[in-house]
T-cell receptor, first 115, second 109 residues
Framework: DGGITQSPKYLFRKEGQNVTLSCEQN?????MYWYRQDPGQGLRLIYY???????QKGDIAEGYSVSREKKESFPLTVTSAQKNPTAFYLC??????????????FGEGSWLTVV | DAKTTQPPSMDCAEGRAANLPCNHS???????VYWYRQIHSQGPQYIIH???NNETNEMASLIITEDRKSSTLILPHATLRDTAVYYC??????????FGSGTQLTVLP
């Protein structure tokens, strides 16, 4: 099936540790995004990438890092510098050609809890 | 970036139409209006989008005012499974993906 796969669904991290959240898409989309969502709040943009080997900071990039070595993959690392990392993380992708239009599709999300 | 304004919550009786408003008074000419919904602990689900004209699909209808400063999402026959948070989002360039707090729609039996 086509879509966006995020893993793991649930992740627990000890303070001071880095963790990496995986996001893979088989929609052949050029653009990919990472959002953070806190309970009862909307989505905030962390990082986005419009093409392989290129990415840009979003509104809340501090304490996070990304890479885009392959078109289908856009992993997010939550570093120890992120002071309040407990949140729901959402990956999304969007095509930029006429066939797929500009619709953004989301994965099912990853819950990160710092213990 | 352009932003949207939505009421924080709305109720609707099951089987009736649910009309969810959104204000986007600073929308740019090339920005589309998108609607998504999110059920707790799941990723947002795409519903519908439009630029200038009204749109309809199997899930909903989207009414955009002529000046494009506001829009309304219509769920024609709401069911209990439509209970969710609904987001009105503007999408132009990749940088302009602004999510507000959305509207919590509760469909009542």
């Amino acid at each position: 099936d086509g879509g966006i796969t995020q893993s793991p669904k649930y992740l627990f991290r000890k303070e001071g540790q880095n963790v990496t959240l995986s996001c893979e898409q088989n929609l052949n989309h050029d653009a990919m995004y990472w959002y953070r969502q806190d309970p009862g709040q909307g989505l905030r943009l962390i990082y986005y990438s419009q093409i392989v080997n290129d990415f840009q900071k979003g509104d809340i990039a501090e304490g996070y890092s990304v890479s885009r070595e392959k078109k289908e993959s856009f992993p997010l690392t939550v570093t120890s510098a992120q002071k309040n990392p407990t949140a729901f993380y959402l990956c999304a992708s969007r095509g930029t050609d006429r066939g797929s239009g500009n619709t953004i599709y989301f994965g099912e999300g990853s819950w990160l809890t710092v213990v | 970036d352009a932003k949207t304004t939505q009421p924080p919550s709305m109720d609707c009786a099951e089987g009736r139409a649910a009309n969810l408003p959104c204000n986007h008074s600073t929308i740019s000419g090339n920005e589309y209006v998108y609607w998504y919904r999110q059920i707790h602990s799941q990723g947002p689900q795409y519903i519908i989008h439009g630029l200038k004209n009204n749109e309809t699909n199997e899930m909903a209808s989207l009414i955009i005012t002529e000046d494009r400063k506001s829009s309304t999402l219509i769920l024609p026959h709401a069911t209990l499974r439509d209970t969710a948070v609904y987001y009105c989002v503007l999408s132009g360039s990749a940088r302009q993906l602004t999510f507000g707090s959305g509207t919590q729609l509760t469909v009542l039996p």
